[in-house]
T-cell receptor, first 112, second 114 residues
Framework: KAGVTQTPRYLIKTRGQQVTLSCSPI?????VSWYQQTPGQGLQFLFE???????NKGNFPGRFSGRQFSNSRSEMNVSTLELGDSALYLC???????????FGSGTQLSVL | GENVEQHPSTLSVQEGDSAVIKCTYS??????FPWYKQELGKGPQLIID?????GEKKDQRIAVTLNKTAKHFSLHITETQPEDSAVYFC?????????????FGTGTRLKVLA
């Protein structure tokens, strides 16, 4: 069974640009969560989607948004990038959202 | 707000020794406590978890203990091996509107010295 797939693996952007990250969950998993990981800060929850609806949201500005498609694949968008947005963005899937989380390898975003 | 404190931030042990990582959570409604291992260049991988109705759980060389009264939980790794070197994260979560809301600790970098 294929794991959680995130693309692209690395991204380099400049301030002010926008970026879209993609996540394909494990087959059959309907819940997708996104986390931001920075050194010393651990994993910060961005949002969670289930059946194309955002069910939970963390404390991030509105520049961070996401969506989920009918096949459970999810995308995350960050607009007007800032230097502080440089981080590893992790996607995690689970069957319905109240089971174990399975993480992808992440997208490393660098904002210059 | 809800918080999970994790200590130590770095831990070095000799191969074969034991390692212990401790976490404290603030939300008394938390009822699920997973531990994740993250190797370089990879995403976190679940290694063991415990629910609030259990005080201890063991899986080969790894064990987790939970003290609900003190809101503490710990990861114990015995007979450490070089491949145990990684960053370990604890998390506390509770059911929120039908889904778990996870709060992660800031991680412990474990180095096992051969």
């Amino acid at each position: 069974k294929a794991g959680v797939t995130q693309t692209p693996r690395y991204l380099i952007k400049t301030r002010g640009q926008q970026v879209t990250l993609s996540c394909s969950p494990i087959s059959g998993h309907r819940s997708v969560s996104w986390y931001q990981q920075t050194p010393g800060q651990g994993l910060q929850f961005l949002f969670e989607y289930f059946s194309e609806t955002q069910r939970n949201k963390g404390n991030f500005p509105g520049r961070f948004s996401g969506r989920q498609f009918s096949n459970s694949r999810s995308e995350m968008n960050v607009s007007t990038l800032e230097l502080g947005d440089s981080a590893l963005y992790l996607c995690a899937s689970s069957l319905t959202g109240n089971e174990k989380l399975f993480f992808g390898s992440g997208t490393q975003l660098s904002v210059l | 707000g809800e918080n999970v404190e994790q200590h130590p931030s770095t831990l070095s042990v000799q191969e074969g020794d034991s390692a212990v990582i401790k976490c404290t959570y603030s939300d008394s409604a938390s009822n699920y406590f997973p531990w994740y291992k993250q190797e370089l260049g990879k995403g976190p991988q679940l290694i063991i978890d415990i629910r609030s109705n259990v005080g201890e759980k063991k899986d080969q060389r790894i064990a987790v203990t939970l003290n609900k009264t003190a809101k503490h939980f710990s990861l114990h790794i015995t007979e450490t091996q070089p491949e145990d070197s990684a960053v370990y994260f604890c998390a506390a979560s509770r059911d929120t509107s039908g889904t778990y809301k996870y709060i992660f600790g800031t991680g412990t970098r474990l180095k096992v010295l051969a």
